[in-house]
């Protein structure tokens, strides 16, 4: 958020007069309590002022810098995940390579006959296959696929920092995200650099669910 110059001017009161009345800052600002009233709403509820009932108002040290930063730190994958583009081990190379313009994605998330995770297949996996002399329909996803644990993957909890760093890290476009099951990982979603940029141009806009 964009404070304005009045907010700018409560904060700098409180801050310097703390407890401070809602009656005393608006004397101080020359304006009735009723004016001043949305813009202490505001304040208070984005973190910049406690208000004490009896008491008054306190400045609770938070700069817009670190409020975006504890806000980023609680945005959750859950909230921004997409639907996973998965095939099965047991396809060829070709329908992965028909799947991945129908889903029109960088990578498939390659999982088992469980339907549990057991590789990442990307373009460059499938470029280097066709550019060789093998017969695309007769090679499958399987021998192609990266394997664990050569595989980033990400769960639900996870922050939307922290797969973002993963990403930079490991220089992939999408991570699966996934959930433990007995005998392994299933592939519920999956986040991509879209769905990141997506999740902080909410944020920027004060649109985080």
Not at 62 to 90: C, G, H, N, W
Request: positive net charge.
């Amino acid at each position: 958020m964009e404070l304005n110059g009045r907010q700018t001017r409560i904060i700098a009161i409180v801050r310097q007069s703390a407890p401070i009345t809602g009656e005393q800052i608006a004397e101080k600002l020359n304006l009735t309590r009723a004016t001043l009233r949305p813009d202490l709403a505001i304040l208070t509820m984005a973190g910049f002022l406690e208000a004490r009932p009896r008491v008054g108002y306190f400045y609770t040290g938070q700069t817009l810098s670190s409020l975006f930063s504890e806000q980023i730190q609680k945005m959750k994958v859950r909230d921004y995940l997409s639907f996973p583009a998965v095939v099965k081990d047991s396809s060829s190379a070709y329908d992965a390579v028909c799947d991945m313009f129908r889903e029109d994605v960088g990578s498939l998330f390659v999982v088992n006959g469980k339907g549990l995770l057991s590789g990442v297949l990307s373009r460059k996996d499938l470029l280097r296959t066709a550019i060789g002399s093998q017969d695309m329909n007769q090679v499958p996803v399987s021998v192609i696929m990266s394997r664990m644990p050569n595989i980033t993957y990400c769960r639900n909890d996870d922050s939307v920092i922290a797969v973002a760093e993963l990403i930079i890290d490991k220089q992939v476009d999408a991570v699966p995200v996934v959930r433990d099951k007995d005998d392994g990982l299933e592939v519920i979603g999956r986040m991509t650099k879209t769905n990141i940029t997506s999740a902080f141009v909410k944020l920027a806009k004060g649109t985080v669910r």
